[in-house]
């Protein structure tokens, strides 16, 4: 529960930056007190039926909450400050607050929350959505287990409710990914000279039409903050058009580089035999499929399995490829059944992975419907389609699958990651109909190169329909020539390996914050 001692960590403010405090507009604040127990029922109806429902309205409200995390280090320590009520000494004043909304902020955070696990701090974890929260329990199992990270659904922005998350978690910074934002957090973290920090930043054209919507909320909360650390240039450059000094801004590149996961072990390049560990998992996987092609289509959306169906079934007209298959990881798990269902309506033969279906020289597509094997997929594949990208969700990580060698297809919905998506365009490791980053293709050599020519239609853009004939071709191509489409997986691989020193860019930003803040005897 909450702890009766709602007193903050102390700062030692002679050492801080001078900063105001900014208070969003008062129009905001009646909103949210407004809305408040509007999105009490909003939270009923999506959540009543779960067995974890009444836990979530407790952390959403601010009723109760799990017990802080404690040093390692200093268990026996702890035990005794818990048992003479001493919150504030258990706590260790090293607790660092990280919010992540959903699936992807929280995978994309997750090295960076192992490096500062290593580095003596401890974490606690918020989530916004069921899918977030589900991955964060998973993802840090052993963490919570040890008592070196707590976890819980974010508090509501309302300023009673935050003040108590505050007191109860006591940080000495808090962690923002990406571009999730609330004014009041922002406002109560400055009011108790705790910094708050947006990490891995990015502010898409579209979002940032959006928070100009409310310019005034807005700047206040760019001005609140104590560093942004942007992902890229333009990021930078629309966080300060919102109303944040250049002096508050970093640019270090995207987290979604950092990958954490074990390489693939291929025992033999003709039996495909793929042992990773994920999750604290052994993973050991035979799949017997030794010398057909296989292409994955992972964290698919609405709208995308019935084109990768369509793309599968011609495929297999092709008696070159008339062996290939299809493995289909669909990205939240309360659609594992629809998708089977539109798989059986295809007529393709289907094998599910949550039956353990053995897969048979008459498996045509296989349906990956398991969570946290993503990883073993991509590493299988020869071709990887990325999803979220042919219908507008913006794109998921193409990193994953280029960090074990596989090249990439995403479509033209790419805005939450366009500029690794260009990055990996540019070596020939990811192919996306006209995007303008592709290494030059050599006149005489074009039977060598892994990407074929892009098509420049006359208008601006091409239509979807062009776009998903261009994916095909160039999936058809990559499967018809594996050679080559190992040659741009490699690329990939290399290129992955170049941007891995953002995490430690980001790390030392985040650590020279925070000793700007806390006192030198923290520890």
């Not at 604040?29 to 067995?51: C, E, N």
């Not at 998350?165 to 923002?176: K, M, N, R």
């Not at 793309?311 to 008696?319: D, G, R």
């Not at 239509?463 to 994916?471: G, K, P």
Request: hydrophobic share 40%; proline share 5%.
């Amino acid at each position: 529960m909450p702890s009766s001692d709602n007193s903050l960590p102390s700062f030692d403010k002679s050492t801080q930056p001078s900063r105001a405090v900014y208070k969003p507009p008062v129009y905001y604040q009646v909103t949210i007190g407004l809305l408040k127990p509007l999105y009490r029922l909003q939270v009923w109806r999506r959540s009543h039926k779960r067995d974890n429902y009444q836990q979530e309205v407790q952390q959403r409200f601010g009723k109760r909450y799990p017990a802080p995390p404690v040093p390692r280090a200093n268990i026996k320590s702890n035990a005794t400050a818990i048992e003479n009520g001493n919150h504030k000494e258990c706590n260790g004043k090293k607790v660092i607050w990280c919010h992540a909304v959903s699936l992807g902020e929280t995978n994309t955070v997750a090295p960076l929350l192992d490096a500062l696990l290593a580095k003596g701090y401890q974490i606690w974890l918020t989530n916004t959505t069921q899918t977030g929260y589900v991955r964060g329990a998973s993802r840090f199992a052993d963490d919570i287990a040890q008592g070196r990270l707590s976890h819980s659904y974010v508090p509501v922005d309302s300023s009673a409710v935050i003040e108590t998350f505050l007191g109860h978690v006591q940080p000495v910074a808090a962690l923002f990914v990406e571009t999730e934002l609330w004014a009041n957090i922002l406002t109560k973290l400055s009011e108790h000279h705790i910094p708050s920090i947006l990490v891995n930043g990015r502010l898409s054209a579209a979002s940032f039409k959006s928070y100009q919507k409310i310019g005034a909320v807005s700047a206040s909360m760019m001005k609140n903050l104590s560093l942004i650390i942007a992902q890229d240039n333009e990021s930078a450059k629309r966080f300060r058009q919102l109303g944040a000094h250049s002096a508050q801004i970093r640019v270090a590149g995207s987290l979604k580089w950092v990958i954490n996961t074990p390489k693939p072990k291929n025992d033999n390049d003709d039996i495909k035999t793929v042992e990773i560990v994920n999750d604290g998992a052994d993973l050991d996987l035979d799949l017997d499929v030794a010398d057909r092609p296989i292409w994955v289509a992972a964290s698919t959306h609405s709208g995308e399995e019935e084109i990768v169906l369509s793309w599968q079934q011609q495929i297999l007209s092709n008696p070159l490829l008339a062996n290939s298959l299809l493995i289909i990881v669909p990205r939240h798990p309360e659609r594992f059944d629809d998708v089977a269902e539109l798989i059986e309506k295809s007529g393709l033969g289907m094998a599910r992975r949550s039956a353990e279906d053995a897969i048979s020289a008459n498996t045509q597509v296989y349906l990956a419907d398991s969570m946290g094997e993503l990883m073993r997929w991509y590493a299988l594949a020869d071709v990887a389609l990325v999803g979220g990208s042919l219908v507008d969700i913006g794109g998921h990580n193409p990193v994953e699958p280029a960090s074990v060698a596989t090249p990439v297809l995403m479509g033209a919905y790419t805005q939450s990651c366009q500029s690794v998506v260009d990055k990996l365009a540019s070596v020939g490791a990811l192919y996306q109909p006209n995007n303008a980053f592709y290494s030059a293709i050599s006149a005489n050599n074009q039977a060598s190169q892994p990407l074929l020519q892009p098509h420049r239609s006359d208008s601006k853009q091409s239509s979807l329909e062009d776009d998903n004939n261009l994916l095909y071709q160039q999936l058809k191509y990559w499967l018809s020539h594996l050679p080559l489409a190992k040659q741009a997986g490699r690329a990939g691989a290399a290129m992955t390996e170049q941007q891995q020193a953002v995490l430690h860019r980001q790390l030392s930003m985040i650590e020279g914050v925070i000793e700007q803040y806390v006192k030198p005897s923290f520890e």
